[in-house]
């Protein structure tokens, strides 16, 4: 009697079953990563613009969850340093765009043990927080930077911001910097959504003589 010859492995319902099973686990487990990546990530709102007399100041927020590592990185003494660039641009059709103001902000958060508080310093203002979610309101909100002089702004010129948050690894002891520069919980940033504008000239009052 002739054996039947063996099962092709594409037409064996064992192992058929075993390739779906083992795609439905790859498959939960690239969802899961992506998951990881985008908690994060950073949403960079749309700056809202000031006229002032001598120039236009941008607010902004920016909305993340610290990544785990980074928590663990700053309670062990490690300073998280945030590093905020906005430029002002006007469009030239024949020529790159010309930056005509540039604004910059540098915040940096830290950890204090025997206090159990948290200190935040952006630009001259310096808080104590007892609680991280409170440091990182203030690490979060981008309030009046400065990004263009008034002498710089031509009236009724139309000129563009746009810009860029992120945790600045620059700033890091120098063996973070070669140990996370390649680890996704490491790279916060995001660019700010482009705003445009018409500068024209705040109203002065002059005061009574």
């Not at 508080?117 to 310096?126: E, F, I, N, P, R």
């Amino acid at each position: 009697m002739t054996p039947s010859p063996p099962s092709s492995p594409a037409h064996d319902p064992r192992r058929r079953a075993l390739l779906i099973v083992a795609g439905t686990v790859v498959g939960a487990c690239a969802l899961g990563c992506f998951t990881d990546v985008m908690a994060a990530t950073v949403d960079a709102q749309q700056p809202t613009l000031d006229f002032e007399a001598d120039g236009v100041y941008a607010s902004s927020t920016v909305v993340f969850a610290l990544p785990r590592a980074l928590e663990d990185a700053l309670r062990r003494g490690v300073p998280l340093y945030f590093l905020t660039n906005l430029d002002v641009r006007r469009g030239r059709w024949w020529w790159f765009d010309q930056r005509v103001g540039t604004g910059q902000l540098h915040t940096r958060l830290s950890y204090l043990p025997l206090l159990e508080k948290y200190h935040v310093s952006t630009g001259a203002l310096q808080r104590s927080y007892g609680a991280l979610d409170e440091a990182l309101n203030q690490v979060q909100h981008i309030l009046r930077v400065k990004v263009a002089d008034a002498r710089d702004l031509v009236p009724g010129q139309t000129y563009q911001v746009t810009g860029r948050f992120e945790l600045d690894l620059s700033q890091l002891p120098r063996p973070f910097q070669i140990n996370v520069g390649n680890s996704t919980d490491w790279q916060l940033e995001a660019d700010f959504p482009a705003t445009s504008f018409t500068w024209k000239p705040p109203q002065t009052t002059a005061s009574p003589g």
